[in-house]
């Protein structure tokens, strides 16, 4: 799905997205029936290895998954949180201190390390016989292995992730809202200078204005509440009659322009996906209105 921005049309998108999240949700629940299902049969395969045994091996692999991955995690958030906030000084964007990761954020995240799907079709995966007809040596244990590293990992850690965010006393913060404002900054500027240099669309001097005027003023109230760090406060714009030909034309270009704008931003990295997906669904749904005041053919 990462060139789903540049294959499909946003009527694709808006119907995929649903189509696929239904899809998603039931293979995981099928995913952990079968979790269910296998688990007697593995457990009656295991012979004449101990139980206690081997539940204190899938215990030490589950402790040594959770410790090594909070390692990782706070060696990846610093690291690239380095890197971003040096090159957001580079290029002139604004840099925003109070996103810059905490430790106790970032213990957060690496506590919500669940394993589940992945790890268990690894598991299942391997054969049940050798290429010389022998059964495949320690097969069963290693699934169950893979068994205690989902239930510690998922249920263990999961039930006690609210206690572990009280405990922390985090409080809740949603750091998506201040990248969206630099994305839309960008966009604006970026789109305002294409109006002003690069319009393929010829319009007459009160039209081009009037779409100057809306990127201008949009600018600028972002570019304040960046400043200051507030919550946007929108005033509902008075509903236009349908635009003349040539501005609905205009309209479209610059809608064009942003979704390459928007794919050039996903492809580097700037922005996380979670920006880029909110953003993409919104401008789908503007284009499906403004491809609705496009006049039909008879």
Known sequence: MERAPEVFSYQARMRTRALWDTLVFLLH????????????????????????????????????TIVVRI?????????????QKKKK???GLPVNDEQDSTWKNVLVVAWTGTRGVISLAAALALPLLLEDGTAFPKRHSI??????VIFVT?????????????????????????????????????????????????LDNNLQQELKRKYEQLIHDLA?????????????????ATPPDNLLNAKLEISKFQRALLLKLHKEGEFSDTVIRKVEQEMDIEELKLNLQVPKEE
């Open 224 to 240: 304040k509440e960046i400043r200051r760090h507030k919550k946007a406060k929108h005033n509902k714009q008075k509903v236009q």
């Open 143 to 148: 699934i169950f292995l893979a068994f205690v």
């Open 71 to 83: 390692i990782w995690v706070f060696a990846g958030a610093y690291w690239q949180n380095f890197f």
């Open 89 to 91: 000084t580079t290029d």
């Open 154 to 202: 998922l249920v263990v850690q999961g039930l006690s992730l609210p206690l572990l965010i009280r405990w922390l006393r985090i409080k809740p913060q949603d750091n998506t809202i201040a990248e969206e404002k630099e994305l839309r900054l960008y966009f604006a500027t970026t789109t305002l200078h294409f109006i002003e240099q690069e319009l393929p669309v010829s």
């Open 29 to 64: 629940g099928f995913v952990f029936i079968l979790i269910g299902l296998q688990l007697p049969l593995i457990i009656k395969d295991l012979g004449h290895y101990p139980f206690s045994q081997i539940l204190g091996d899938g215990l030490l692999i589950s402790v040594v």
